[in-house]
């Protein structure tokens, strides 16, 4: 759908945050006088009232009786369309659609095709790839928008000046069925991995599996980059696309950490600045993608070793008093936690983990702590106490201090007590932020303060935009 087919309908916007306030500046840049509702809290309608819209409704209560008096709803990415409300008002006919597809639909060619994008998808890794894959595409002298997920909304980049020659594209599990229903096809889509997330969101994990893979399944890309070692993606069978496998032994693969491109050696990874090996096994789906476009990608592997890495992932800020600080906030699944671990191994850690309760099973992660469990794991926010309770045996078991606080102050003290003055302190919480933190970002935000370093100087997403 493009905007313009928005004209003559009864449309509303649901949510105004970043993504929002995207959709309304969009909307209004090709229809200025199109009658609209917004959907948003009390203190949200303040802000959106200042700007004097006069065709702006504003309503705070997004009952599904009101929503389904609208033929159009564009909601944004984190209000899931599985709530009762939302459910009533699609079957009353409302349709619900994101700004993310708003975008695609906006920029789709004759064929349907949206030339010139990559799109990244996965429960691991996804911001670190697509902003690794735009490092190696201004390698190659392509001018490269980076945006999606990984913070800039698509509708904030609607019509960027001078254009681009390629989109490096993050989408999340809220955004991939976005591009399924726009009716637009990626050019490349690349899916990492697949593991339970995001499951008060989408219902269960059946779905939240269904609504990622709508991106290859539903969007039908030209081009589908796959990792042929997840069980899922392998088994996967997409009849219009052509399909390009990484982590195979006849292309972009990893030998240990040596990177070859089927028997030819590239590199040793384990100098390059991707931590974590499942991070450097992603550099395999970037080179894949590159080739499968006719990028010549054996040069530009060299290049990785100028990347930046991403805040809130993995980031080692520094050593204070002996101690060096890893923030990993971006951490929301208990597999990410595991990962992380394995990029210390043979140091004494102290491990923060728990956050917002959405519902995912521990036991994989507790399984794997009888075996390879840190100096001391500290469990801490609405989840913490739960999986306290299941690691509790383990702990008597496997010989691990365990200590269950409420908050990060807390927790990072009880850390520092635990290790002296010799150690890591890692926030990789494998649960969402929400509750006691706005977002992934205020809490690494937050920790980076505590833990005596300038949240300012630690955040910034390198690349981000055009360039």
């Given at each position: 759908?493009?905007?313009?087919q928005?004209?003559?309908?009864?449309v509303?916007l649901w949510?105004?945050?970043?993504?929002?306030?995207?959709a309304?500046?969009?909307?209004?840049s090709r229809?200025p006088?199109?009658?609209l509702?917004?959907?948003?809290?009390?203190?949200?309608?303040v802000e959106?009232a200042?700007?004097?819209?006069?065709h702006l409704?504003i309503?705070?209560?997004?009952t599904?009786?009101?929503?389904?008096?609208?033929?159009?709803?564009?909601?944004?990415?984190?209000i899931?369309p599985?709530t009762?409300?939302?459910l009533?008002?699609?079957?009353?006919?409302?349709?619900?659609?994101?700004?993310?597809?708003?975008?695609?639909?906006?920029?789709?060619?004759?064929?349907?095709?949206v030339?010139h994008?990559?799109?990244?998808?996965?429960?691991?890794g996804?911001?670190t790839?697509?902003?690794l894959l735009?490092?190696l595409?201004r390698?190659?002298?392509r001018r490269?928008?980076?945006?999606?997920?990984?913070?800039?909304?698509?509708l904030e980049?609607?019509?960027?000046?001078?254009?681009?020659?390629?989109?490096?594209?993050?989408l999340?599990?809220y955004q991939t069925?976005?591009v399924?229903?726009?009716?637009a096809?990626p050019?490349?889509?690349?899916?990492?991995?697949?593991?339970p997330?995001?499951?008060?969101?989408?219902?269960?994990e059946?779905?939240?599996?269904?609504d990622?893979?709508?991106?290859?399944t539903?969007a039908?890309?030209r081009?589908?980059?796959l990792?042929?070692a997840d069980?899922r993606l392998?088994a996967?069978?997409l009849?219009?696309?052509e399909v390009?496998?990484f982590?195979?032994?006849?292309g972009?693969?990893?030998?240990?950490d040596d990177?070859y491109?089927?028997?030819?050696?590239?590199?040793d990874?384990r100098?390059?600045?991707?931590?974590?090996?499942?991070n450097?096994?992603n550099?395999?789906a970037?080179?894949?993608?590159?080739?499968?476009?006719?990028?010549d990608a054996?040069p530009?592997?060299?290049h990785?070793q100028?990347?930046?890495?991403?805040?809130?992932?993995?980031q080692?800020?520094?050593?204070?008093?002996?101690i060096?600080w890893?923030?990993?906030s971006?951490s929301?699944?208990p597999?990410?936690?595991v990962?992380?671990?394995?990029?210390?191994?043979g140091?004494r850690i102290?491990?923060?983990?728990?956050?917002?309760?959405?519902?995912?099973d521990?036991?994989?992660?507790?399984?794997?702590m009888r075996?390879e469990a840190?100096?001391?794991?500290?469990?801490?926010?609405?989840n913490g106490?739960?999986i306290?309770a299941l690691?509790?045996?383990?702990a008597?078991?496997?010989?691990?201090?365990l200590?269950?606080?409420e908050?990060?102050?807390?927790?990072?003290a009880?850390?520092?007590?635990a290790?002296?003055d010799?150690g890591v302190?890692?926030?990789?919480p494998?649960?969402?932020?929400?509750?006691?933190y706005?977002?992934?970002?205020?809490?690494?935000?937050?920790?980076a303060?505590l833990?005596?370093?300038?949240?300012d100087a630690?955040?910034a997403?390198?690349g981000?935009g055009s360039?």
């Amino acid at each position: 759908m493009r905007i313009s087919q928005l004209d003559g309908r009864r449309v509303a916007l649901w949510g105004w945050g970043r993504e929002g306030r995207a959709a309304h500046h969009a909307v209004r840049s090709r229809l200025p006088s199109l009658p609209l509702t917004l959907f948003c809290s009390d203190a949200e309608a303040v802000e959106a009232a200042a700007l004097g819209d006069a065709h702006l409704s504003i309503e705070t209560q997004p009952t599904a009786e009101r929503l389904s008096a609208f033929g159009i709803v564009i909601k944004s990415p984190g209000i899931s369309p599985n709530t009762p409300t939302a459910l009533s008002a699609s079957s009353s006919g409302t349709r619900f659609i994101g700004g993310t597809g708003l975008w695609f639909g906006e920029h789709a060619g004759d064929d349907g095709v949206v030339a010139h994008t990559f799109c990244v998808t996965g429960t691991k890794g996804k911001s670190t790839t697509t902003s690794l894959l735009a490092h190696l595409l201004r390698a190659a002298g392509r001018r490269t928008v980076l945006a999606g997920n990984i913070g800039l909304p698509m509708l904030e980049v609607l019509d960027p000046q001078p254009a681009p020659d390629e989109w490096a594209i993050e989408l999340s599990s809220y955004q991939t069925g976005d591009v399924a229903d726009s009716g637009a096809r990626p050019d490349v889509a690349i899916v990492l991995n697949l593991f339970p997330e995001h499951l008060d969101w989408h219902g269960s994990e059946a779905r939240y599996i269904e609504d990622k893979l709508k991106l290859v399944t539903a969007a039908q890309p030209r081009i589908a980059v796959l990792n042929v070692a997840d069980p899922r993606l392998a088994a996967l069978e997409l009849p219009r696309s052509e399909v390009r496998w990484f982590n195979h032994a006849d292309g972009w693969h990893l030998r240990e950490d040596d990177l070859y491109r089927g028997d030819v050696f590239v590199m040793d990874t384990r100098p390059l600045p991707l931590p974590g090996r499942h991070n450097r096994s992603n550099l395999c789906a970037v080179l894949t993608a590159l080739e499968a476009r006719g990028i010549d990608a054996l040069p530009l592997a060299a290049h990785a070793q100028s990347f930046r890495p991403l805040p809130n992932r993995l980031q080692a800020m520094g050593t204070r008093d002996g101690i060096t600080w890893v923030n990993d906030s971006i951490s929301t699944t208990p597999h990410a936690t595991v990962a992380a671990l394995e990029c210390f191994t043979g140091r004494r850690i102290a491990l923060l983990v728990g956050g917002h309760d959405r519902g995912v099973d521990w036991s994989d992660f507790a399984a794997h702590m009888r075996h390879e469990a840190p100096a001391t794991i500290i469990t801490m926010g609405a989840n913490g106490p739960r999986i306290h309770a299941l690691l509790a045996p383990v702990a008597r078991e496997a010989g691990f201090r365990l200590i269950g606080v409420e908050t990060l102050p807390e927790a990072m003290a009880a850390a520092r007590e635990a290790l002296g003055d010799d150690g890591v302190v890692l926030l990789s919480p494998g649960a969402p932020s929400f509750g006691q933190y706005r977002d992934y970002v205020a809490r690494g935000r937050h920790f980076a303060e505590l833990a005596g370093f300038d949240p300012d100087a630690i955040t910034a997403i390198p690349g981000l935009g055009s360039g």
